[in-house]
């Protein structure tokens, strides 16, 4: 089963490696990493996707959670929850593929953020799902590179993952 795991950490030298190193302890692949400051500045939320059974997951959780540097760590994979990411595809694009290319940027409400005689830079934000149906038709036009992050999370309505106590929920 596919897993998506924010773990919120202090913002300090080796923590990274150390969350990584857990996972690849126990043999599993990271599929997809994103990290960055909180509001805190003196915290990192890290947010990763893995494949891997339940119940060994939930034991890689309670490790990750006996790290010194490692504050909370939450599974969204069974609560409600918004899923985004970034991709930069670069397509090469000439007189004859342009318009088709800006009718698919715009049907996926994407972005051209730069320009050139023979290539195109396209920014598309969305689900995993959009992101790879927007690549599959790309791909006969003739996309060169392709650059994505990782994976982002947030729980739906107003239940937040921060440091203060558990997972709570703030009046709106």
């Known amino acids: 089963m596919r897993h998506t795991i924010s773990v919120l950490v202090e913002n300090e030298f080796g923590v990274l490696a150390r969350v990584a190193g857990m996972f690849s302890g126990r043999a599993f692949n990271i599929e997809s990493l ?13 947010t ?10 939930a034991q890689v959780e309670r490790q990750l959670e006996k790290l010194v540097p490692v504050i909370k760590v939450t599974d969204f994979t069974d609560t409600p929850h918004v899923e985004r990411e970034l991709v930069l595809i670069k ?3 000439d007189e004859k593929t342009r318009s ?5 940027v ?5 972005k051209v953020v730069d320009v050139s005689r023979r290539s195109f830079v396209i920014e598309a ?14 791909k006969p036009i003739g996309i060169t590179e392709i ?10 309505g107003i239940q937040t ?9 703030r009046a709106a």
């Open 48 to 57: 990763l996707v893995t494949r891997g059974d339940d119940q060994v997951l």
């Open 125 to 138: 934000t969305g689900a995993e799902e959009k992101v790879n149906a927007l690549i599959e038709l790309l």
């Open 34 to 46: 994103s990290v960055a400051e909180t509001l805190d500045p003196t915290v990192s939320r890290i």
């Open 91 to 93: 397509v090469a694009a």
């Open 106 to 110: 715009d049907v996926f409400r994407a």
């Open 147 to 156: 650059v994505r992050t990782g994976k982002v999370a947030m729980f739906r």
């Open 161 to 169: 993952f921060t440091i203060e106590g558990k997972d709570k929920e």
């Open 100 to 104: 088709e290319l800006l009718n698919i």
